[in-house]
């Protein structure tokens, strides 16, 4: 069905966004559809491909960055299933927002008249096939998630659309939000380490300088992280996660410690399992109650929306856990 729609992309046009028909009678100076085609140049993505993109997209289709493009005003007419579990976007999205499915739905996205795609490094490794159908509907363009998604990423996307002076609005206000939550931490625990553990069943995971509150924690708000953490980040800089053992936990564990356990069922058995152990009850945090849960789906996203507002929310919870 897709190679049919293609096809016919290529031979018939219907009206749409990059299309214009003219209205006056036939002359030497008609208009023509080449004259209302959008202005287009030259943009480097982070896979080094030059793409021809529209200098002011209007039909943005986005995987995995819709709060980027969010927090710059420009709302996607379709956006990854990831996407809608974002706790601070979903509701906008759920208004008006089509998902692409994921993986990428091909023929669901030629329908919707893109004129600019926007997707991840890591898309564009796990479905070849895809992508490559997708690079004959509209230009797309990749973005990685090894590298600074505020200071990096984020003014990359921005760029892409049209819309550089909005993301460094938008940072420069994140940044002052930044400053109030760094004092406040800082004036209520001082050097103290803080470290993000997840517990699940038959693992132990401890979060390092990317999702679940890891780029908030370490980056944003600049805690101090215990020595072999530390060491972790040290050898994979924009690393997610590290497995470790019950015996190891007290070499990663902090003075404030952020607890994530999904809901009900086998992840909270395995957590009573953990806290009824005597590695568990002899750890600072706990004796001193310097324990934050933290909710699962709100915490998981390394988005620049999530950031901000988990940033605000962390800071409060770390100046108002002081044990003794």
Known sequence: MLAVLLA????????????????????GKNSSVEAEK?????????????????????????????????????????AGNNDFKITFIKNELAAGVDSIGDPPNAEKILQL???????????????????????????????????????????KIAD????????????EDYEQEMKRSREKVKSAIGDETVSVFRIEKGRLRIYLNRNFAGYMVRTSLQ???????????????????????????????????FIIVRGQGDDQAAFKEIENSAIWRNLPAVRKSNLH??????????DIITIRETMKEAADMLAKRTGN
């Open 8 to 27: 016919a992309c290529g031979t018939e046009s219907a009206p749409g966004i990059n299309q214009a028909v003219s209205k006056e009678p036939a002359s």
């Open 38 to 78: 959008p202005q287009m140049r030259t943009f480097t993505d982070d896979l080094g491909r030059k793409v021809e993109i529209p200098v002011t997209p209007t039909r943005v289709i986005v995987s995995d960055f819709s709060a980027e493009m969010m927090a710059i005003g420009v709302k996607p007419i379709a």
């Open 293 to 302: 849960f933290i909710d699962t789906d709100k915490y998981y996203g390394v």
């Open 160 to 171: 892409a659309v049209g819309k550089p002076q909005q993301a460094k609005k938008w940072i």
């Open 113 to 155: 008249s893109p004129d600019l795609i926007v997707m991840s490094t890591v898309a564009h490794d796990i479905y070849p096939k895809v992508v490559e159908q997708l690079e004959k509907v509209a230009p797309v363009v990749y973005f990685s998630f090894e590298q600074d998604p505020i200071y990096e990423t984020f003014p």
């Open 223 to 257: 805690t101090k992280a215990p020595a072999a953490v530390a060491a972790e980040i040290a050898k994979n800089k924009y690393g997610s996660a590290v497995e470790i053992s019950l015996e190891k936990l007290p070499e990663y564990a902090a003075d404030h410690m």
